[in-house]
């Protein structure tokens, strides 16, 4: 079992910047694909971005390509998700998930993935 926990989170005007972190436990981080999805009220649960287990390679949905990095340190067995020139349109509760793999690059597809968070509120005001 693998239990991943988001933070970094909040309230940030448009043009702010935040910092989500999923600190994963329970099996080998580094064995990891890693990806972080969004869900705003009455959508679907949308693909953000991807990272491979070694961190080399990196995916991203067209809506956020160029302002948000996704990053992981395998030593903390942590992922991150740096979003920047937020925009109200990106208010969302933020998850992230993983799927535990010794082969293979990034998922983009919310159903290749084993396990999911509880998700981190992100809210952008005008």
């Known amino acids: 079992q693998v239990q991943l926990v988001e933070s970094g989170g909040g309230l940030v005007q448009a043009g702010g910047s935040l910092r989500l972190a999923c600190a994963a436990s329970g099996r080998t981080f580094s064995n990891l694909a890693m990806g972080w999805f969004r869900q705003a009220p009455g959508k679907e649960r949308e693909f953000v971005a991807a990272i491979s287990r070694s961190g080399v390679t990196k995916e991203y949905a067209a809506s956020v390509k160029g302002r948000f990095t996704i990053s992981r340190d395998n030593a903390k067995n942590t992922a991150y998700l740096q979003l920047n020139i937020l925009q109200p349109e990106d208010t969302a509760v933020y998850f992230c998930?993983?799927?535990?793999?010794?082969?293979?690059?990034?998922?983009?597809?919310?159903?290749?993935?084993?396990?999911w968070g509880q998700g981190t509120q992100v809210t952008v005001s005008s």
């Open positions: 998930a993983a799927k535990y793999r010794l082969y293979g690059g990034t998922i983009s597809r919310p159903s290749e993935y084993d396990y």
